[in-house]
């Protein structure tokens, strides 16, 4: 069974703070870079779930894209203090027309 350890929030470290509490892991980023980086070593360290802040998710979506095909870990967006930008909604929106072949959530 996975431990609350292996489920990761990367992003803005003021904004993730309180997943602590939660005994998740939280990794507080700056850049893309970071973020990537970020992403890289939850996956490598065994990681069932990572949720990015639309933030710094949004600008990576080809590296989130190349674990597409694993089963684990689970890779998702949540929007920032900021609000959503629709990111994550779109994404979700995009794999259930591939999955069902019809646009059935529609747009936004």
Same mark, same amino acid.
Request: hydrophobic share 45%; aromatic share 6%.
């Given at each position: ?28 980023? @700056? $850049?893309?870079?970071? !973020?990537? #980086?970020?992403? =890289? /070593?939850? *996956?490598?360290?065994?990681?069932? %779930? ?32 900021? @609000? $959503?930008?629709?990111? !994550?909604? #779109?994404?979700? =929106? /995009?794999? *259930?027309?591939?999955?069902?072949? %019809? ?6």
């Amino acid at each position: 069974m996975a431990g609350l350890n292996q489920i990761y929030f990367i992003g803005e470290e003021d904004q993730l703070r309180g997943f602590t509490a939660l005994g998740t892991t939280v990794v507080g980023v @700056g $850049s893309i870079h970071e !973020a990537e #980086e970020a992403l =890289r /070593r939850a *996956v490598s360290g065994g990681a069932v %779930a990572i949720f990015i802040t639309e933030e710094f998710g949004g600008r990576m979506l080809d590296t989130i894209a190349s674990y597409a095909d694993r089963p684990l870990p689970v890779i998702t967006l949540i929007p920032s203090s900021a @609000g $959503s930008k629709g990111i !994550a909604y #779109e994404r979700i =929106r /995009r794999m *259930v027309e591939r999955a069902v072949g %019809a646009d059935v959530l529609g747009k936004e």
